[in-house]
């Protein structure tokens, strides 16, 4: 197991080499809360409850006002994929 010090060290080796155009890099296309939201069916409170977050954070998402990115995203792509998986999850949680 890493201690915290060289898994720091690792984190900026590779974000150094992304910085040089070296290693792998995922890029992901932009994602649309309010398209997801619309293949979902759901309201804008009931989308905010599923990513576990404010309506009016939400709504700034929505607006513009605020950019999605990192693990917000990727809980977009998978509720766009299968939104029932991740309410059976949310509530399978303790």
Do not use: C, F
Request: proline share 6%.
């Amino acid at each position: 197991m890493q201690t915290v010090a060289e898994t720091l060290i690792q984190s900026l080796n590779e974000a150094l080499a992304h910085a040089k155009g070296e290693g792998p890099a995922i890029v992901h296309t932009p994602i649309s809360p309010r398209e997801v939201r619309a293949q979902a069916e759901l309201t804008q409170a009931q989308m905010a409850a599923l990513m576990g977050m404010s309506l009016s954070g939400y709504r700034k998402w929505e607006q513009g006002r605020r950019r999605v990115s990192g693990p917000a995203a990727t809980l977009l792509r998978i509720i766009r994929h299968d939104p029932d998986a991740v309410r059976q999850a949310l509530l399978a949680s303790p």
